[in-house]
């Protein structure tokens, strides 16, 4: 076939001249283009072979790893058994009488064959036919569904979103079987092309929202997503670096994705990433966790306002101490127990200050250690760091307790996004503390709010509604974990 480089690329200059992307019906010209586009002599995954079928010559293109080996085989097999008598003329017939298998289509524009062949479809050629067959029998390399890491439950389902998105949509239309859930396709990137699902129900989500996302994601001009659903995130919303509040909620768990389609969200899968992101989102939303519906409403009330409490405490803990150990005389005397023992001979600022940064080393470390080498690393730093430091006089005991709660109470809620906001707005109160005392503490209190307050969510609503605008109802209902919605009204009693 190195015969057909060169007037394949002089084809293609021809065709890119005149506008013209379709396939002209002979065979040796338009494998010559396709050899040129793909250079299928250095690409040793693009696989084409030569065949023969009903006596006319045919080709088909495949790339290697993608395809089903033993369907191909069939396929193959079937079609070369083809007599000339039987071989209809047109590849409309071929694909409607002849080819046993579901997903099959044709096509005639070169740019989506390529397309096709590139995503792992194959691609069959014939001699005088104007389309091509495009056969989607292929398979991608994936792992099991399994429960997601981070985010577990004690109670509930223990699959899990994976890398291919077919599986991930397949897991939310098992849990929604009603003709109004959408599945809508669409890709971004000029070369990686990747595969973006649009999911939501056609009469709960709002309409002008989704034309907003679906025409934001179809004018995305970047050559490739390359971190997948972050590049996403930062296409869709040019966000304020400023204001560190997440934007969007990320979840692992096709339960609780389903759970927001049927509230009438968007949620949007992208291909080769193996969590759903889900919008708008506001506060209310990124706290919320699936142990909240999985346990009786008591139980789930206390672990909803549990863990709001916790966040607050995370972000108020160190700077109460702070401001307290600088105004010893505001501590009353049933208190005084909470004094440090001992003068400390770094200041607490910056004691705070290097364990804040000490605990991001730690969870870095964690990530990059060997699972077998975790424990042992754990408990040698908990000595090291723990007693050791203490021991030396570098930090206090208390400061150490406090600043072990916050880095404990951090994963109380499982939102990356949220616990670095807080821990971000901990350090400059913190800092404003010790410089202004009283009035910095509450400048900091006050520039938090005014952080959450003035943010808004992808859609342009308010990020704390119901607080603003106020919605009682809806309110109590986010605080307070109700019956599920239908358990009474569809449950009979029994006589």
Known sequence: MTENVSPGKKDMLQRESSGNGSLTGSLQADMAYLNSTLDVEKNFDIIYRVIQIGGKEACMYLIDGFCKDDLVQKLLQYFMDLTPDKLPQKMHGLSKQFTPYVEVDIEDQLDTIVHSLLSGIFV??????????LIDARTYPARGVEEPEKDKTLRGSKDGFVETLVSNTALIRRRIRSADLHMEMLNAGDSSRTDIALCYMKERVDTAFLDEIRQKIQNIKVDALTMNQESLAECLYQRKWYNPFPKFKYTERPDTASAQVLEGNIVILVDNSPSAMILPTTIFDVVEEADDYYFPPITGTYLRITRFFISLLTYLVTPTFLLLMNNPQWIPESLSFILLKEEPNLPLIWQFLVLELAIDGLKLAAINTPNMLSTPLSVMAALVLGEFSVNSGWFSAEVMLYMAFVAIANYTQANYELGYALKFLRIITLLLTQ????????????????????NRTVSGKSYIYPLIPFDWKNLKNRLIRRRLPGALGNCRKSD
């Open 435 to 454: 410089w202004l005392s009283l009035w910095g503490y509450i400048g900091g209190i006050l520039l938090s709010v005014l952080a959450i307050v003035c």
């Open 124 to 133: 069959l050629l014939i001699d005088g036919n104007e389309k091509a067959l």
